[in-house]
């Protein structure tokens, strides 16, 4: 294992020194490297799960939920694997959790361009800002620690969503 597991420089060592599922949780865990892009690592894990929700909106509502619930299963063992590899809590290269609470912020609404996009700005909002209970319940250790903070925004922006959608009579 690295000593420096600070930068990107650990994780590549990481991933390369991994084999079979820690490989793999280290590929998920970061979406497929957007985690990586430095700068805003959570804002492009987002962004980075745009494809997955036009996926979720074209299925039926109780396939749609099972997909939000297997993907949300899927991001806590990863994100505990990817944790332990690097040896570090909640690494921000870790950004499978945003693209879990972006589901849940779409899950269940009218397919549109507003929804993705308000849905996106209002989820980055909960997400940095972490209203409460969000920031009590980040302190959650494991994967669980790193996925429900996410949720718990997602389901904030989902809210406000639903009740933009009724103010303005949309979808």
């Known amino acids: 294992m690295p000593t420096d597991q600070s930068g990107s420089l650990g994780f590549r060592e ?27 690592p959570g804002t492009f894990g987002t962004l980075f799960g745009t494809p997955l929700v036009l996926v979720m909106w074209h ?44 589901l849940l912020t779409l899950l269940l609404l009218a397919p549109s361009l ?9 989820f980055r ?7 409460f209970p969000i920031r009590r319940i980040e302190k959650v250790g ?10 718990v925004a997602g389901v904030y922006a989902n809210l406000c969503l639903r009740l933009i959608a009724f103010a303005f009579k949309l979808g």
Do not use: C, H
């Not at 909002?125 to 209203?131: E, G, N, T, V």
């Not at 494991?142 to 949720?151: A, R, S």
């Open 59 to 102: 299925l039926p509502a109780l396939y749609a939920i099972a997909l939000v619930v297997l993907f949300v299963l899927l991001a806590v063992w990863s994100s505990a694997m990817s944790q332990n590899i690097l040896a570090e809590k909640d690494p921000s290269r870790v950004v499978i959790d945003e693209v879990s609470g972006f």
């Open 125 to 131: 909002i909960f997400d940095i800002l972490k209203p």
């Open 14 to 40: 990481s991933l390369r020194e991994s084999r079979g599922l820690s490989k793999g949780a280290l590929v998920l865990s970061t979406w497929f490297g957007a985690g990586l892009i430095p700068g805003a």
């Open 142 to 151: 494991g994967g669980w620690g790193v996925v429900v903070d996410d949720l």
């Open 114 to 122: 507003f929804s993705l996009v308000a849905g996106f700005v209002l």
